[in-house]
């Protein structure tokens, strides 16, 4: 006996109200992180923006001092060249005293604020300027201590003439800055140790005649004072530094650019030498010799410390004047201005979205209630689906009749996507089996007319060519007893002598064996063209046989050959034959040759449209032209894979497309669709094969064309002109036949490449 639930038991229990799970506390955290991710992308770009401002900013703040710089080191140079002139001036005017030159060099050298030496040699094999002295080198020098000017002149050391500020300029004829070098200045008093470059310059007479290179030394020194402020921000320094790696100037600590035995080995302190700047300095050359001319990067010293590095090439010289400031000086403020944003504008957002979405909730709840009310008054009176449709009230039987209706839907649904899908495969089939029948049917009765032509053609011609032997054998007996009655009987009767001179005897014998060798090559071409006829037809080669393939593509290029010649409105093709050494494929041989027959013509048809759309200057100097190439593929290279020939899942007539490793890698290979039956009797690779590849210099073939171009019944030629049926027939003749491979490769404007791949020897 059943029990009747008591009124209790039918109650719905009562449910505590979580706040992770309310619809509020939800909303608002979905919606706050939707908002962070937009935040935090904010900013991201407010940080790169602000970075990039801030690397601007150090950018320009070298910028400023390397323009300076070379504001400097033009001004030095310009100096230097009014000091050549003056120079040249005198010695034309014929000025030879050496005192006037001293004193000239002294009077210079203390109106130019940089220089801290300046000389003049000429060539001692070749002294215009002062003939009497043959080591000549006025020269004036600036005392660092007390700034007075020296000058003197005299015969000099015959080594200054061997020093690389007087032969360099000479060798390259152009004025030079020379790599900074530590000497011993010896016109002092007493004598000092200077670090310092120089500018070098030859000058020239009027008759280009080498008067002598003048040079002034540049003390490094100056260069330090030059540098020796802060970057940006109070922060940072800047370091100048030679071609060669060489040290400059360093305001940090000038002294570094001496070294101690720098005298004695004429070098400077190298600036890859120190902390960890060897990677640097390489980093800074890679870029400068890729022609950018200035740049910032990034690096950590020896210590860990991070520092940002800009740089840019004095252009003067090729020194390299760089930036250094540490990150926290340039990304301090950015981080710190991004954070202090990113957190206030989170703050806020968190609480505008907070008192939205409770607003929301709030409206929704008032109007969510009534319906909430009902549901559980409803609840109340049937707590489950299960007592209801145990019930036998109309609300119980409606349940019952819902979920009938609701499994035979979901039955017949199942069952309908079953028979739609035999359907599609049934109708493809039926295409398939329709292009094949059709095609065959037109190949077949090509194949007979072409065999019965080839017949008819080779009985008349057999008599003619098994009766040329005997007429030539007949026609030489004959000319041999003309020759016999000619020497004996030839000058005893006139009428025979006149009538031998009307026919010209000679010309006639001469000309009538011609005409014979003529007749004998012309049955050996037709006897030719109809092997060709047979080989093309081939109907009684239905089974399967090893034949040699390129026979059957000459047979099918003679039957298009009225095709290819030139004609009154038809411009000539040509076709370029580049057979490889193949072996005797084992195939079915009419088959194949009606797979190049559909080939060639779809060539032949695309090169005709394409030269009617061209000039006749045009199609002259770059002829239609056809190439066949055949060649044996690689036993380790796959004749397809699976994934090239295998259909989509979801959709049998698409076509899949692979990346094909050719010369040309803009090319895309399309291949043919087939099922994934068909697909799995493909092997994955063949131990040999030949590969034939077929191809124009025509339009191409349309991008939205290559999923259709195997389709059966797709064609883009008018109406009457095509079936459609070609391709894919040939595609079912390669693929499904012979198990080989069929794909066309094609770029419009670049022609089109038909690649057909076949195994020598068939599975068994």
């Not at 210590?303 to 090729?318: C, V």
């Not at 005797?584 to 394409?610: H, P, R, T, W």
């Amino acid at each position: 006996m059943q029990s009747i639930a008591s009124d209790s038991d039918l109650q719905p229990p009562k449910r505590r109200l979580s706040i992770m799970r309310s619809i509020g506390s939800r909303l608002f955290l979905s919606v706050v992180a939707g908002s962070l991710v937009g935040l935090v992308g904010t900013a991201f770009l407010t940080y790169w923006e602000l970075a990039r401002q801030s690397e601007a900013e150090l950018r320009a703040s070298l910028q400023v001092k390397a323009e300076n710089l070379n504001g400097d080191l033009n001004t030095f140079e310009s100096a230097t060249k009014l000091v050549a002139d003056a120079i040249r001036t005198l010695y034309d005017a014929g000025e030879r005293r050496e005192p006037v030159y001293v004193n000239l060099l002294g009077r210079a050298l203390a109106t130019s604020p940089l220089g801290t030496g300046l000389g003049f040699g000429q060539p001692p094999d070749n002294r215009l300027i002062l003939p009497s002295r043959k080591f000549a080198y006025p020269y004036a020098v600036r005392n660092p201590k007390t700034g007075k000017i020296e000058s003197q002149g005299g015969e000099s050391a015959q080594s200054n003439f061997q020093e690389n500020y007087f032969t360099q300029p000479i060798a390259v004829g152009r004025p030079l800055w020379l790599e900074p070098v530590p000497y011993l200045e010896d016109t002092l008093k007493p004598p000092q140790v200077l670090v310092s470059t120089a500018y070098s310059m030859p000058f020239y007479s009027d008759k280009r005649q080498l008067l002598g290179v003048l040079s002034q030394d540049l003390e490094l020194s100056f260069l330090s004072k030059k540098l020796s402020a802060q970057v940006m921000r109070d922060a940072g320094y800047f370091i100048l530094v030679s071609a060669k790696g060489g040290l400059i100037a360093y305001p940090p600590d000038p002294q570094m650019i001496y070294p101690a035995d720098a005298q004695k080995t004429h070098d400077l302190k190298q600036f890859p030498g120190m902390n960890n700047y060897v990677g640097l300095w390489q980093r800074i050359q890679d870029e400068l010799k890729t022609g950018s001319s200035s740049g910032v990067t990034q690096w950590q010293d020896a210590k860990g410390k991070r520092e940002y590095w800009a740089y840019q090439r004095i252009p003067n010289n090729n020194w390299v004047l760089m930036a250094v400031v540490p990150e926290a000086v340039v990304l301090g403020p950015v981080v710190r201005f991004t954070a202090i944003g990113a957190l206030g504008s989170i703050i806020g957002v968190s609480i505008v979205l907070g008192l939205v979405v409770a607003m929301f909730v709030k409206r929704l709840n008032q109007r969510l209630q009534p319906i909430m009310d009902e549901c559980n008054r409803l609840a109340e009176t049937s707590a489950k689906s299960e007592t209801l449709m145990s019930r036998e009230d109309e609300l119980g039987r409606l349940t019952i009749s819902f979920y009938a209706l609701l499994g035979q839907v979901t039955v017949n649904e199942r069952r309908l996507r079953k028979e739609m899908l035999k359907s599609a495969q049934a109708f493809h089939a039926l295409q398939q089996t329709q292009a094949q029948l059709i095609q065959t049917e037109k190949m077949s009765s090509l194949g007979q007319l072409v065999a019965g032509v080839a017949h008819e053609i080779n009985n008349p011609i057999n008599f003619i060519y098994g009766n040329l032997p005997h007429a030539v054998n007949y026609t030489k007996d004959l000319l041999t007893l003309v020759q016999m009655y000619n020497q004996k009987y030839a000058d005893l009767d006139p009428e025979i002598r006149a009538y031998r001179e009307d026919v010209d005897l000679d010309f006639l014998v001469g000309d009538l064996q011609k005409m014979l060798d003529s007749m004998s090559i012309g049955a050996d071409r037709i006897r030719e063209i109809v092997l060709s006829l047979r080989n093309f037809s081939r109907l009684d080669e239905a089974d399967m046989k090893r034949v040699n393939i390129h026979d059957g593509i000459d047979s099918t290029l003679l039957i298009l050959q009225n095709r290819l010649r030139a004609s009154p409105g038809h411009a000539p093709i040509e076709v370029v034959k580049q057979y490889g050494n193949l072996p005797l494929v084992e195939c079915y041989a009419g088959q194949l040759n009606q797979v190049f027959m559909n080939v060639l013509s779809n060539a032949i048809d695309a090169l005709e449209k394409y030269n009617q759309g061209r000039s006749e200057d045009d199609a002259t100097a770059n002829p239609a032209t056809i190439t066949i190439q055949t060649d044996v593929a690689s036993s380790q290279q796959p004749a397809a894979s699976s994934q090239e020939l295998a259909v989509s899942s979801q959709r049998s007539d698409v076509t899949q497309y692979s990346a094909l490793g050719t010369q040309n890698s803009s090319l895309t290979s399309y291949v043919s669709p087939h099922s994934e039956a068909e697909a799995s009797y493909i092997p994955q690779s063949s131990p040999s094969s030949i590969i034939i590849r077929i191809r124009d210099n025509g339009p191409g073939i349309a991008p939205e064309h290559h999923v259709r171009l195997f389709d059966p019944f797709f064609t883009t030629k008018p109406i009457g002109k095509g079936t459609g049926l070609g391709l894919s027939v040939s595609y079912q003749i390669i693929v499904e036949k012979h198990y080989g491979v069929l794909k066309c490769i094609s770029t419009p404007g670049q022609g089109a490449e038909f690649w057909l791949e076949i195994p020598v020897r068939q599975p068994t």
